[in-house]
């Protein structure tokens, strides 16, 4: 046996006997565990375990667990580290099945899978399961047939919520939607919760929705919960959020939509002595964390239905353990899953650096809920959203604003400064984006910020007044400037009408902070406005900005924002994609003193970016390979490295370039690329539905594929796919067909050739077919590629006008004249006759 081997045993015996299990007679207490051979049921001693198995007689050695009465109950089918247990699931499940045993455990050493072969696949798990908890486990069985028998339509919420609700009139309804919050669940719910269903009755027991910020997922979280419990496949629910705000939002939502059809929701740290009575416990997964409180006061069959809000947050790092400690259907919700298997190979990894890979399964969000990678269960896109008939979001405008300083700072050559240090002595730095309110001062650029935030503020349509606003800043002493500089603008503006209320500060180490959050999208933040007189009674907040740092990016709903200002660079693009996020959710502003009415839409919000982070995302490379965050502590034991020196520059600094750009239908960069993975999971779907697309991908007929997605998939009113919009999505520098989006959708193609890959990939074809002379390898492909890429030197060549090409770096004299005549001709007939151009269109 080799060492990998001989480990995984190790860390499994270890295992077992933490939940109970024993090797040996203990006490009173006989041995639960046999070490088994597949025919001999040979036993061995406790020295042995781990160490010899593959020696043993006749090979293969298993685990069997027995319970009180010395009868099988469950086995353990053990691997090596280094590879994946599920590999042994066929296997095991054979072997259970011949000793009429219910449980399976899949081990590694380091992964683990729970198998009841009642209740759907594997599902991993931090810690076997103990003989009593297996008894509990014994005692449920899912129930697929009632959950397929769930009628999931528009008024599925609303009947909870109002039990009169299907005999109201169109207009009586209207008014219980105003008065009552009565919520109707829009079209891509419903058809989210029907998928979610479905996959629970083909067996499927993890699922992730990849759905964008503003679109209701908690309303669709209600619909899914009352799914499971009504259809009897959840006694209870856990719902982990990761942010104080979060658990107390969601408290609130699930209450107003589930308390009257009796599924009593509670949070867990007020409950802590009776949350078994409720249906649906919320808690932050930082509760379950403290103190490791999720072993000492929950068993992991505790909960049926497990779902993670934020999941790319909420289990990420040491909280995944949590998350897996529990047993149940496992739902993921997020917009902005990571995707760390993206760009690796599992298999070269997995015999190379196994450890890594497991990291990387740990944390990829698609791995942890059944997915494959960028394949979520269900997905419905900002740009789903927006090109919905009626839209469901908006998208930003679009304020670039660069001072004289961001603009150095921001070039690749950075903002060089020399200056005299308190020694009388010169010294000279170079700084950055990333140096901005950390290594560099700069007191005039945040003046200019805020003057012209306030000079160019999306108002209010109703007051006239700045709107609502989220402005997010460096650090909190950064937070604490930008608070202080707004405030003193605004008194210059409006003497005496704000009094300091105009601007707060908003981070984590304000008292209070987490209640500011709620008056803020509650519309009494300091009070109700009293900007204008004639409309004193208006419902909107006093506090006009909140300035924070982290606070308010992630799951916060306030509906009308209509200013987000990035007063910092970011880097990261989830965290990116959840800033904008704050202003993209739909409002109507009203206004009715019984003599005037006034309505406005919220057409758009503005998205004020001080530091160019719309376009490094437009730049950003997708496709790169996630890098795996570094384990806290693993930085060595030696003292910590010294703090950087800072610099405060006290010079001027006026705005230099400012361009302002309405985001049109077809969003950012970034949010294309949800877009058309969006229409590649529909594809796929599509074909799986369909015996004759499944036929046609099997003998490769893509002509009848093509057709379909033409008919069924293109210019609906939902996504609003086509071919154009796709285009655009990709970001691919030539025209594509059809056919290659289709086998990109397909998985037949990972990744789409850019004119300049195509044709190098031409150029190779050539030098196979045509046999020519290696030694002039560089000036044919010269000539090879400008042929094809520039459709201004086209028809130079043709017409053999070289000398027009005298000062042409792209194509020299000097090469056309080392290939000769003869040569160039052979090479462009050669194309002509082989290569279609069309492919190489630029878009």
Request: charged share 30%.
């Amino acid at each position: 046996m080799d060492q990998k081997e001989a480990q995984a045993r190790i860390k499994i015996n270890k295992k077992l006997e933490k939940s109970g299990w024993r090797f040996f007679d203990e006490d009173d207490k006989s041995a639960s565990i046999i070490c088994e051979h597949r025919i001999t049921k040979k036993k061995y001693k406790q020295d042995e375990l781990g160490q010899d198995f593959e020696n043993a007689e006749n090979g293969f050695i298993d685990y069997l667990l027995l319970n009180n009465d010395k009868r099988p109950v469950a086995l353990v089918e053990a691997k090596r580290e280094s590879t994946n247990p599920l590999d042994a699931k066929e296997q095991a499940r054979e072997y259970a099945r011949s000793l009429n045993i219910r449980f399976i455990f899949l081990s590694n050493g380091n992964l683990h899978y729970y198998w009841d072969l009642f209740n759907g696949n594997p599902t991993r798990i931090s810690n076997f399961l103990s003989l009593d908890e297996l008894g509990v486990a014994q005692k449920w069985t899912p129930n697929p047939e009632a959950m397929q028998n769930q009628v999931i339509d528009e008024n599925y919420i609303a009947v909870s919520q109002d039990s009169q609700w299907l005999t109201y009139s169109a207009e009586e309804k209207e008014t219980a939607r105003l008065n009552k919050g009565i919520k109707v669940l829009r079209d891509y719910q419903i058809d989210a919760t029907k998928k979610i269903k479905q996959e629970f009755v083909k067996g499927k027991r993890r699922f992730l929705l990849e759905m964008a910020t503003g679109t209701g997922k908690t309303l669709l979280s209600a619909a899914i919960i009352k799914m499971f419990i009504r259809s009897g496949n959840a006694d209870r629910v856990l719902f982990l959020v990761d942010r104080l705000e979060l658990e107390r939002q969601a408290y609130k939502n699930l209450r107003n939509y589930l308390a009257k059809d009796s599924i009593e929701s509670v949070i867990y740290k007020r409950k802590k002595d009776s949350w078994m009575s409720a249906q649906v416990v919320i808690t932050t997964i930082q509760s379950l964390s403290y103190e490791n409180r999720y072993l000492e006061n929950f068993n992991p069959n505790d909960f049926q239905l497990i779902i993670s809000d934020e999941s790319h947050r909420t289990i990420g790092g040491n909280n995944r353990v949590i998350f897996e400690y529990f047993i149940g259907s496992k739902l993921g919700l997020t917009a902005t899953p990571k995707n760390y298997l993206k760009g690796i190979d599992q298999a070269e990894m997995s015999e190379n650096d196994p450890k890594q890979l497991e990291k990387r399964l740990l944390l990829d969000t698609y791995e942890t809920f059944g997915c494959k990678p960028g394949d979520p269960t269900f997905s419905f896109s900002l740009i789903d959203a927006v090109n919905h008939k009626p839209p469901y979001l908006v998208n930003p405008r679009k304020l670039d604003g660069r001072t004289d300083v961001t603009t150095e700072v921001l070039s690749k050559e950075g903002w060089n400064v020399k200056w005299v240090n308190d020694e009388g002595e010169e010294e000279e730095d170079t700084f950055y984006k990333r140096d901005f309110e950390r290594k560099f001062f700069s007191p005039e650029t945040n003046k200019e910020f805020v003057e012209s935030f306030l000079k160019k503020a999306k108002r209010d349509p109703i007051t006239n007044e700045i709107g609502k606003t989220i402005f997010f800043a460096v650090s909190r002493p950064h937070a604490a400037k930008i608070t202080k500089l707004l405030n003193e603008e605004i008194e210059k503006m409006y003497p005496g009408k704000y009094k300091s209320d105009f601007a707060v500060q908003v981070t984590s180490d304000i008292p209070g902070a987490q209640d500011m959050t709620v008056d803020f999208a509650n519309n009494n933040f300091n009070g109700l406005t009293n900007f204008e007189p004639k409309f004193i009674d208006y419902k909107s907040s006093k506090t006009r900005v909140c300035v924070t740092v982290g606070m308010m990016t992630t799951g916060y709903d306030c509906e009308d924002i209509l200013n987000v200002v990035l007063a910092r660079p970011i880097f990261s693009p989830s965290l990116f994609v959840q800033i904008k996020g704050r202003g993209t959710r739909l409002y109507k502003f009203k206004f009715d003193d019984g003599s005037q009415r006034i309505e406005k839409d919220k057409d758009n919000y503005y998205l004020f970016d001080y530091f160019a982070n719309c376009e490094y995302f437009d730049e950003y490379d997708y496709d790169e390979e996630l890098e795996v965050p570094r384990e806290p502590g693993t930085g060595g034991s030696g003292p910590p490295p010294p703090q950087p020196d800072k610099y405060v520059y006290t010079g001027p600094d006026e705005m230099k370039n400012w361009k302002e750009t309405q985001i049109g239908l077809d969003g950012m960069r970034i949010d294309r690329e949800a877009f058309s993975k969006s229409f590649e999971n529909k594809t796929k779907e599509e074909v799986q539905k369909h015996p004759n697309l499944l036929e046609a991908l099997n003998e490769e007929e893509w002509d009848i594929i093509e057709e379909h997605v033409k008919t069924h998939l293109f210019n609906k009113p939902q996504e609003y796919w086509n071919k154009e919009k796709l285009q655009e999505a990709y970001g691919i520098d030539r025209r594509l067909t059809l056919k290659e989006i289709i086998l990109k959708a397909l998985g037949k193609i990972s990744i789409f050739k850019s004119r300049d890959d195509l044709a190098d990939e031409y150029f190779e074809r050539f030098l196979s077919a045509e046999g020519v002379d290696g030694s002039k390898y560089y000036e044919l492909k010269s000539l090879f590629k400008a042929y094809l890429l520039f459709d201004d030197l086209r028809p130079l060549i043709d017409r053999r006008e070289y000398a027009k090409l005298a000062t042409d770096a792209r194509l020299s004299l000097t090469e056309l004249s080392q290939l000769g005549p003869e040569q160039i001709q052979l090479t462009v007939n050669y194309i002509k006759d082989n290569v279609p151009l069309n492919k190489f269109l630029p878009v």
